[in-house]
């Protein structure tokens, strides 16, 4: 237990101490939904309609930047290889970095959310709903992230290659999530999507850490 | 019981496997795609809907079923290589992909140039179309993951992963886009479900599956002697194989 | 045979470039798939005896390269 706590607290402290990198998928998020009152112009009606889903991809994309830092780091300074050879078990290591990523990269664009929901327009009701999808899904997008950058770790242009593999993986997410901000929109219940989400997320913490092991090993053999 | 498939963990007596089956593929795979095609094309009825249009369907089906089994197969070989460390298995993965995403893609423009004169758009997100889309993201994504290695085990590996990935999210994927139409699109689908049939439609376009199904095996056979030969272009056996076939041209 | 000439047969009831469109791009992928494969596997087998033929090259220059210097060897001696 003490093992995996010293990762969480390393893991957190290094982000910490860049600080400067940490900003920059946060402000990608910002000015990217920024962008999209400018594209369709500010009627409140438009940006409304279109809000949850420009929230949720800029969210989905952002999260994608943030996430080669996950192993990167650690790749090149050895501690990954050192990591894998202790005697902690991998996948609780790999699901306590991934806490660790969600809480410093993630975490943030959550916190911003409401300016941006006020930026686009949304009601008090959608604002909610979002903060609940946001809250259940993006712990989903670290997790299956974490995956393919554990695959891609040792590869130098991983960048695109990671957008490429996980963006059809992400669809089903961002589908039933702009479904349950749409839906609050008209007043109308959005449990099952909610319920939905939380399954998915169930099912990749039970299962991601896993895999990211296996990622691990195999892209660092 | 499986004992019977160990010797073709290696590559040369898969070659070879691949050499016996390939003619039947791929001339059995011609017949029957030509005789569906010129039945479905000239001799298929009329349909009273869709008049001549509904023929697409004789090319649209057909590598949509396909693109859904290749990867399914693709999938497999994942599982079998990462499970049992079979080399093989991950050359059978990565020879599917491309005849994989080609039948996909084949499957959507087959159903946007169907979709025009049904629907008046060359392209709209309807689940089957959007679903398709998604699936050659998938087929693009395990074959630029491969690519993006050095290492031929390391890649098979890791797009093995990254398919199986994949085959955990298809149904989702599907399910969650059909929903979604259902959500936004409310009935924009096309007339002809499969029950409703006519016998003398129906059959061309089991024939056409068929027809299409054999002819990627035969391509899947030359691609997976291709992947072989590529990882065991020093080993001696090639290199007989390779005089072999120079002097039966000599021969000639 | 459903359709009474030749002309309706391209025509398809109206529908032919659609038609034509969809039967044309999936001969040509299907094609171009077969193709590649076929030609890549000529290209390996003609790589191997390429190889071959320069590896034969590479030691018959390493033998006579050997047989000169054992003559100047025996020379000096």
Known sequence: MTALMAILKRDLALAYRQRAELMQPMLFFVLVISLFPLAVGPEPKTLQLIGPGVIWVAAILSSLLGLERLFRDDFQDGSLEQLMLSSTSLPAAALVKVLAHWLTSILPLIVLSPLLALFLHLSEPMYWALLKTLLLGTPLLSLIGAIAVGLTVGLNRGGVLLALLLLPVFIPLLIFATSAVGSASMQLQYHAQLAIIGAMFLFSLALAPFAIAYALRVSQT | ?252 | MVFDDINSFFDMGGYGLYVWLSFGSSALCLLVLWLDSFFSKRRLITHVLHEQIRQGRIKAAAEQSATAQQKTHGETI
């Open chain 2, 1 to 252: 019981m499986w004992k019977w498939l160990h010797p073709y963990a290696k590559t040369e007596r898969t070659y070879h496997l691949c050499q016996r089956l390939l003619p039947w593929f791929s001339l059995l795979g011609l017949a029957v795609i030509i005789l569906a095609t010129v039945w479905g094309l000239a001799f298929a009825p009329t349909d009273y809907q869709q008049s001549e249009a509904y023929r697409i369907i004789y090319v649209h089906v057909p590598s949509a079923v396909l693109s859904k089994s290749l990867y399914s197969a693709m999938a497999i070989a994942a599982f079998i290589g990462l499970v049992w460390q079979v080399k093989t298995s991950f050359m059978a993965m990565i020879a599917l992909a491309p005849i994989g995403a080609t039948v996909t893609f084949v499957s959507l423009i087959t159903g946007a140039a169907w979709g025009k004169p049904m629907w008046g758009t060359w392209w709209e997100w309807d689940a089957r179309l959007t679903s398709q889309l998604i699936l050659l993201f998938l087929f693009l994504g395990v074959i630029s993951l491969y690519k993006a290695f050095e290492d031929k085990q390391q890649a098979g590996k890791a797009a093995g992963v990254m398919a199986i990935v994949g085959v955990i999210n298809l149904p989702i994927i599907h399910y969650s886009v059909q929903w979604w139409n259902t959500l936004h699109q409310g009935a924009t689908l096309m007339k002809l479900g499969k029950p409703s049939m006519p016998p003398e439609m129906l059959w061309p376009l089991l024939l056409s599956i068929l027809g299409w199904a054999l002819v990627s095996g035969a391509i899947f056979l030359l691609r997976m002697q291709n992947e072989i030969l590529q990882r065991d272009i020093r080993r001696p056996w090639v290199v007989a194989l390779a005089n072999k076939s120079l002097a039966l041209n000599k021969g000639k």
